[in-house]
């Protein structure tokens, strides 16, 4: 029975699975975002996220603590470097799984993960606004007014926008009118 063992050891020994996780880590860190099997793209979430959070302190031990980690002192110097600088406000959650599908040869399931304060498409509509706002909340319930400014904001919009568009109309109405 396996009660209580959350480890998914990916079928390797203890020595191939950490050499496993570490070149996976390595790639993520210099290529920001990395496609695998979904079992591992998991299994790495776990592996890496408290290295990132280790780096967000850039000091000695804790650079000797993520070597023992990486063995790798390009990824290193990246991830206290540019990752650390980015990842610096964000309280954790620092990779974005997202599932692609199976994989043609061996129909086992795919992933991408990727570092999320790298991906220019899904990040930059929320960052700003809680940069402009910078309000900290992590209270349930002030999506809805937010929800409902942003609307009254978006039918004002289309009001101003509407007499423009209806302004050719009137005009054609009031020529007809007017023979």
Do not use: C, W
Request: glycine share 8%; proline share 3%.
């Amino acid at each position: 029975m396996r009660h209580g063992d959350k480890i998914n050891n990916l079928g390797r020994t203890t020595a191939h699975r950490k050499a496993l996780l570490s070149n996976l880590a390595t790639q993520l860190i210099a290529h920001k975002r990395i496609v695998t099997t979904l079992a591992k793209a998991k299994t790495l979430r776990t592996y890496i996220e408290p290295l990132i959070t280790k780096a967000k302190d850039n000091t000695t031990h804790q650079r000797r603590v993520v070597f023992s980690y990486l063995q790798d002192k390009e990824a290193i110097a990246e991830l206290f470097g540019p990752i650390a600088e980015k990842v610096a406000g964000r309280p954790g959650g620092y990779t974005r799984i997202i599932k692609l599908g199976t994989r043609v040869g061996d129909n086992a399931e795919t992933a991408l993960i990727e570092l999320v304060d790298f991906n220019e498409v899904y990040g930059k509509g929320k960052g700003e606004a809680k940069e402009a706002t910078g309000k900290k909340t992590r209270r349930a319930g002030g999506g809805k007014k937010k929800a409902q400014a942003e609307a009254s904001g978006a039918t004002e919009a289309a009001t101003e926008e509407a007499p423009a568009a209806e302004a050719p109309k009137k005009e054609k109405k009031e020529k007809k009118a007017a023979e």
